[in-house]
């Protein structure tokens, strides 16, 4: 029977010898690359953290003990150990979130997949044990790549104030975030991981000194007393001895024995400690450690036994965008890249192999980022940082009072922007368009397709004197929408059939084929619809105004929250400009988003083409003094097309 099926909660490791801690080990391992290839997750940082997990539960009382991690796409084994072993759902509707879930066991404690967070945390749960008298331990497991995050240093300034306050603090550092993790602090813990250490140097030197006559015990004191100076010279974790921390390792993190021993210290220290901890991320799978790139950081279905995709999805918009841009860095020796920490995620890698001087990867530090492209633009070049959608929220002040208040020419790329679906809540890229509609003089664009995303990526570049936004979806894009004509600035999608048509129809980026469909669903019941794409979102195109007078109504379709969005920038640009039309906007309530398919998530949250069909049908009929029947049999007649032509996503 496999030892892994006799772990139902983490107090069955303490029966386990250690011949049997190292078959659980290698069992994960399997387990790990089996279920992960057939539903797709994150795979290479899971499996450099086994033997780091199993120690951890060992050494600690889960859940009285909180271990926290940061972030969490690295828990797949703590879910393993503490009961949660069906991954066949794994990030799918009704399955195993791919980061700890709060709702799925009291051993998860925080839901963060945001990096940098997890030392603040801690360092208030550590706080609160200490007002209420526990002796409860918190452990925060952080990776290196997550310490070149600013937030991470705030948290250790405030940590180690407190010399009695029990805090553990475990660096996973395999060298990397997603990928080869960048800056000073890399540099720094590099160094550490190449250096012999302090302990093994005295430990020698008192042999050689033990054995001489007269001054060898008197000179190893010395030696010994001058400890602080002598370990900087030799290992240089006096850094962290340097904020009060007191530092254990560095620790092969593959060796039980050796993290159990070293955990147990910190344990009993009674203060902050950190334990570093060496490990290697992809280990045990031949290619995860052959991809250079990211290790398998996340990956699709697989074959297991090859680590190459079941299939391909086509062009994505993400590749569209990296293709655009080196380009654009062959015709322009201004164009710059920025990234945090994501540089293949974000479509970059291309441009950084063309242009390898021109690229910035800041860690993950989108703050720092945008305010590093500030001043680049202010030097005389034209930045265009790309970030996911949901890690711009970081960098919100400085998009505002550094970039937009100096009017500096900084081109914000936003990938996966919109609903993403199964990494969960925390990566829905659901609200940029909102907080970004209050940032004087920023221009926002939504690009509806492939033909899009190069045209308004070029055209977001030209600009000089202020902050340009791109945004686009997660995944592969679709055929092209054309326009049939051009009204302003807005690209029309769908002329309607009427002198007078009903609605007007507001399609913002990837949703234009969905409302298409809804204009052919409105189309059936004789509500003549017209389909525009305003391209660019912020500022509202002055001919919104006058061609929605010309409506009965104007409807608006966003991948963006309902709260403060496009739909509400369109109805104060009809208010000011005195247009008295009825609107109504359709988007993503201002609620979070369980894990599911892109697809299940639109479907529940009423954002398909059946569903807006139905409710713009009802206010048409509403508006014609026929609600009462009228809107009864159109809702009966959408109904039963919608039977035959499913949503698509």
């Not at 937030?151 to 660096?171: Q, S």
């Not at 202010?378 to 970081?394: I, S």
């Not at 969905?514 to 019941?525: P, S």
């Not at 509400?568 to 247009?579: F, N, P, W, Y």
Request: one cysteine or more; charged letters at 25%; aromatic letters at 6%.
């Amino acid at each position: 029977m496999p030892l892994l099926t006799r772990i139902r909660g983490p107090r069955d490791l303490d029966r386990l010898s250690p011949e049997e801690l190292n078959q659980l080990a290698e069992e994960i391992r399997t387990f790990l690359v089996e279920a992960v290839s057939k539903t797709g997750g994150h795979l290479g940082p899971n499996l450099g953290v086994v033997e780091l997990t199993i120690a951890l539960h060992r050494v600690f009382d889960s859940p009285k003990d909180k271990v926290l991690w940061d972030t969490g796409h690295q828990s797949y084994v703590h879910k393993l150990l503490t009961g949660r072993q069906d991954f066949s759902r794994l990030k799918m509707k009704g399955g195993l979130s791919g980061y700890p879930s709060q709702a799925e066991s009291e051993h998860d404690v925080i839901e963060n997949s945001h990096a940098s967070t997890v030392l603040g945390w801690a360092d208030g749960l550590a706080k609160a044990n200490q007002l209420r008298r526990r002796d409860d331990h918190v452990v925060a497991v952080i990776g290196d790549g997550a310490l070149t995050g600013g937030m991470a240093w705030e948290a250790l300034n405030n940590i180690a104030e407190a010399k009695d306050r029990p805090l553990v603090i475990v660096v996973n550092d395999n060298e990397r975030s997603y990928a080869p993790t960048i800056g000073g602090l890399a540099n720094h813990l590099a160094t550490l991981r190449t250096t012999d250490g302090y302990e093994r140097f005295l430990s020698r030197t008192k042999e050689i000194l033990d054995r001489t006559p007269v001054v060898g015990k008197p000179l190893y004191e010395t030696l010994h007393g001058a400890k602080k100076g002598l370990k900087d010279f030799i290992a240089p974790q006096g850094m962290f001895e340097d904020l009060g921390l007191k530092y254990v390792g560095p620790i092969d993190g593959h060796d039980i024995e050796a993290l159990e021993s070293a955990l147990a210290r910190a344990k009993r220290f009674g203060g902050p400690v950190i334990v570093h901890c060496l490990t290697e991320k992809g280990r045990g799978y031949q290619p995860a450690l052959q991809d250079e790139a990211d290790r398998f950081h996340a990956v699709g279905k697989i074959h297991p036994d090859t680590g190459l995709p079941i299939a391909s999805s086509g062009a994505d918009w993400t590749s569209v965008f990296g293709e655009e841009m080196v380009k654009l860095g062959e015709e322009r020796e201004d164009i710059v890249a920025i990234t945090a920490a994501m540089l293949q995620p974000v479509g970059l890698e291309k441009f950084a192999k063309r242009f390898p001087e021109r690229v910035y990867d800041v860690g993950i530090a989108e703050q720092h980022g945008a305010v590093s492209a500030a001043g680049l633009a202010t030097g005389g070049v034209h930045p265009v940082f790309a970030v996911y959608a949901t890690f711009l929220n970081r960098a919100f002040d400085q998009v505002l009072m550094d970039v937009a208040l100096h009017k500096c020419g900084v081109t914000f790329v936003l990938d996966r922007a919109g609903v993403t679906g199964t990494d969960g809540a925390s990566h829905n890229g659901m609200w940029d368009m909102s907080i970004l509609q209050v940032v004087p003089g920023l221009r926002l664009a939504a690009p509806r397709d492939a033909d899009q995303v190069r045209a308004q990526l070029r055209e977001a570049v030209a600009v000089e004197d202020a902050p340009t936004v791109v945004r686009f979806s997660k995944g592969a894009v679709g055929p092209a929408v054309p326009a049939v004509g051009r009204v302003g600035g807005m690209d029309v999608l769908r002329e309607p059939g009427a002198d007078r048509p009903d609605v007007l129809l507001v399609s913002v980026g990837a949703l234009a084929p969905m409302c298409l469909e809804i204009a052919g669903l409105l189309d059936r019941q004789g509500i003549s619809t017209t389909v525009v794409d305003p391209r660019w979102v912020k500022p509202v195109d002055e001919a919104m105004a006058p061609l929605a007078e010309r409506h009965r109504v104007v409807v608006t379709v966003e991948d963006n929250s309902r709260v403060g969005g496009v739909g509400s920038a369109i109805a104060q640009a009809l208010r000011d400009a005195g247009v008295d039309v009825p609107l109504r906007d359709f988007g993503i309530p201002p609620r979070f988003l369980d894990h599911a398919s892109r697809a299940e998530v639109l479907t529940e949250i009423g954002l398909t083409a059946p569903d807006i069909a139905r409710q713009v049908t009802g206010l048409v009929a509403k508006l014609d003094g026929r609600y009462e029947r009228g809107a009864a049999d159109a809702v009966e007649s959408v109904e039963s097309v919608e039977s035959v032509e499913p949503a698509r996503d």
